[in-house]
T-cell receptor, first 118, second 114 residues
Framework: DTGVSQDPRHKITKRGQNVTFRCDPI?????LYWYRQTLGQGPEFLTY????????KSRLLSDRFSAERPKGSFSTLEIQRTEQGDSAMYLC????????????????FGPGTRLTVL | AQKITQTQPGMFVQEKEAVTLDCTYD???????LFWYKQPSSGEMIFLIY??????QNATEGRYSLNFQKARKSANLVISASQLGDSAMYFC???????????FGKGTKLSVKP
């Protein structure tokens, strides 16, 4: 399977615990995105990387959230001191980006990690 | 600010008929891309179709077509010959050239009746 993969698919944790999610993008994609989706809403942007550089972070990404993409391949999203409001589906997506030619490339999404904070 | 509006929370369509899902957008960028995604109950977001703001022709992908009206800032998705497997949430999204991320609407839940 050459699509975007995420691990774990489900995570149940107690309030105050730290959690870490992993995303493996499509291999030739240089951009990687994290989104959060709550029930009945569309995905909301959290952050994105181009290769290993984190280019943008949303205001939704509080100080308790940190994301890395150390070698420009897989990425991790860590949430420290989880709160019940962090319960959501965390989606990872990847895409190509080029400096010239076609301006926009579709983002391909992984299956998501569903986080439940008790 | 960029914004996507989907005004239909839910839609019903009879199997084999066509259905249009509405999407309007707001952006001050001249260059942008519009996307539609399908999200079945399994949760995965599936890319359906893309339209660039400078594309002169409406995009088509199999049974999906995008009715792009730039002056009205609308990008409606048309699904022809609906199938039971089309029942899902459908999200309209936009990426402006000045931004890296997609902005999504709240979605439309499509139910196909046999």
């Amino acid at each position: 399977d050459t699509g975007v993969s995420q691990d774990p698919r489900h995570k149940i944790t107690k309030r105050g615990q730290n959690v870490t999610f992993r995303c493996d993008p499509i291999s030739e994609h240089n951009r990687l995105y994290w989104y959060r989706q709550t029930l009945g809403q569309g995905p909301e942007f959290l952050t994105y990387f181009q290769n290993e550089a984190q280019l943008e972070k949303s205001r939704l990404l509080s100080d308790r959230f940190s994301a890395e993409r150390p070698k420009g391949s897989f990425s991790t999203l860590e949430i420290q001191r989880t709160e019940q409001g962090d319960s959501a589906m965390y989606l990872c997506a990847s895409s190509l980006w080029r400096d010239s030619g076609r301006a926009f490339f579709e983002q391909f999404f992984g299956p998501g990690t569903r986080l439940t904070v008790l | 600010a960029q914004k996507i509006t989907q005004t239909q929370p839910g839609m019903f369509v009879q199997e084999k008929e066509a259905v249009t899902l509405d999407c309007t957008y707001d952006t001050s960028d001249q260059s942008y891309g519009l996307f539609w995604y399908k999200q079945p109950s399994s949760g995965e977001m599936i890319f359906l179709i893309y339209q660039g703001s400078y594309d002169e022709q409406n995009a088509t992908e199999g049974r999906y077509s995008l009715n792009f009206q730039k002056a009205r800032k609308s990008a409606n998705l048309v699904i022809s010959a609906s199938q039971l497997g089309d029942s899902a949430m459908y999200f309209c999204a936009m990426r402006a050239r000045s931004q890296g991320n997609l902005i999504f609407g709240k979605g439309t839940k499509l139910s196909v009746k046999p």
